[in-house]
């Protein structure tokens, strides 16, 4: 199992895009309504007024007025505008990358309780982005994220417990992660929850449920499942490989629980 070298690789980050935001301001409400509110010190009007200059939505696009009025709302705790300026910073959009600069906006996020900025937070911990590197940190940041339901986050803890990064080795734990990241989607958690169930590391061995969990893997594409399948069905009696293709193509994920403010993928 690779773990790779950068801890973000393993199971995606979030990285700059569209926001989902939930607002009290209507969908009706003009530039200069929103501008007014924004004037006041209304945090969440000061971060639609960036948006709209940044868009040219009512307005003429003005990235520097825009940076302005979502700094203005960072500063007042609106945590949407603290993501956007950590990510945004982490990198180099709109603004001279600074990773120092990333991290402290998304520590005032994740430290109001932010799951998304806490994730983001153990992967710069991680990285040694902006900041010494320090497994330990990620594996608090990340762990905070993860019961929020953020299912990167419960796949990269699932990594570091099998591995015994920033923690001590515990393959339970590992499973224990893999299997609700695996549930919402994350191919890689389900190859290596497959892996663990393969070899009953962290578990009892069971080749059917590792079956298919390879098999919903290679079905989103991942080569190493693909290349797990045809070893692990010499293992199998034709009525077990029967058994695992017919829940593997009745499978569906869980929906999402947490609430999740961004959903974004680098080019």
């Given at each position: 199992m690779n773990t790779g070298k950068r801890i973000?690789?393993?199971?995606?980050?979030?990285?700059?895009?569209?926001?989902?935001?939930?607002?009290?301001?209507?969908?009706?409400?003009?530039?200069?309504?929103?501008?007014?509110?924004?004037?006041?010190?209304?945090?969440?009007?000061?971060?639609?007024?960036?948006?709209?200059?940044?868009?040219?939505?009512?307005?003429?696009?003005?990235?520097?007025?825009?940076?302005?009025?979502?700094?203005?709302?960072?500063?007042?705790?609106?945590?949407?505008?603290?993501?956007?300026?950590?990510?945004?910073?982490?990198?180099?959009?709109?603004?001279i990358k600074d990773e120092a600069e990333a991290m402290k906006w998304y520590r005032k996020a994740a430290e109001q309780g932010d799951a998304n900025a806490q994730y983001s937070l153990g992967v710069m911990y991680a990285n040694g982005d902006g900041v010494i590197r320090n497994e330990a940190e990620a594996i608090k940041w990340w762990s905070k994220a993860a019961e929020q339901g953020i299912a990167r986050a419960q796949c990269n803890l699932g990594v570091m417990y099998a591995n015994g990064r920033g923690v001590v080795k515990n393959e339970e734990e590992a499973v224990k992660w893999y299997r609700q990241a695996a549930e919402q989607g994350i191919v890689r958690a389900q190859l290596n929850l497959g892996y663990m169930y393969a070899l009953g590391r962290g578990v009892i061995k069971d080749t059917t449920t590792a079956y298919i969990w390879y098999l919903i893997a290679g079905a989103k594409g991942d080569e190493q499942a693909r290349k797990n399948i045809p070893i692990i069905e010499r293992e199998m009696t034709p009525s077990q490989r029967a058994k695992g293709q017919r829940i593997a193509n009745d499978w569906k994920p869980s929906k999402f629980s947490g609430q999740v403010q961004s959903s974004r993928n680098l080019p």
């Open positions: 973000h690789l393993l199971c995606s980050t979030i990285c700059l895009g569209i926001f989902l935001v939930t607002s009290n301001l209507s969908g009706a409400d003009s530039f200069k309504e929103i501008e007014t509110k924004a004037e006041t010190g209304d945090a969440e009007a000061q971060f639609h007024l960036g948006q709209m200059y940044s868009n040219g939505q009512g307005v003429t696009k003005n990235e520097a007025e825009a940076l302005k009025h979502w700094i203005r709302a960072a500063e007042k705790g609106f945590t949407a505008a603290q993501i956007l300026l950590g990510l945004m910073y982490e990198n180099g959009r709109g603004v």
